[in-house]
């Protein structure tokens, strides 16, 4: 069982930004896929972001192309999503995921390839 402790969430000004971490309790070996998801209230889960473990590749949903960057340190086992001009419907809450199959490589953002899930940050965002 993958853990994964999600922090960083706080309440910002619109135009702010925010940086989360979510830390790795073990062997990234065995997966394939981590990503970022976001659900607001009374809004379906939501694929923010993914990476590629093996080889880097990453995935952004349109609405935060240019905005946010997902990144792992494979040293430090965190996976990192830095989130810049922040808007009020970026308000949610975040959380991690990381997936075993290989068939996340094909859509690295999508909630039902991931099976290991942190308990989330919030995120909330003002005008």
């Known amino acids: 069982q993958v853990q994964l402790v999600e922090s960083g969430g706080d309440s910002v000004q619109a135009g702010g930004s925010l940086r989360l971490s979510c830390e790795i309790s073990?062997?990234?070996?065995?997966?394939?896929?981590m990503g970022w998801f976001r659900q607001a209230p009374g809004k379906k889960r939501e694929g923010v972001a993914g990476i590629n473990l093996h080889g880097g590749p990453t995935s952004y949903a349109d609405s935060v192309k240019g905005r946010f960057t997902i990144s792992i340190d494979y040293a430090k086992k965190t996976l990192s999503l830095e989130m810049n001009s922040l808007k009020p419907e970026d308000t949610g809450r975040y959380y991690c995921?990381?997936?075993?199959?290989?068939?996340?490589?094909?859509?690295?953002?999508?909630?039902?390839?991931?099976?290991?899930w942190g308990r989330g940050t919030q995120v909330t965002v003002s005008s």
């Open positions: 995921a990381a997936a075993q199959s290989f068939a996340c490589w094909q859509n690295m953002r999508a909630s039902y390839e991931y099976e290991s």
């Open positions: 073990l062997d990234l070996d065995s997966f394939n896929c």
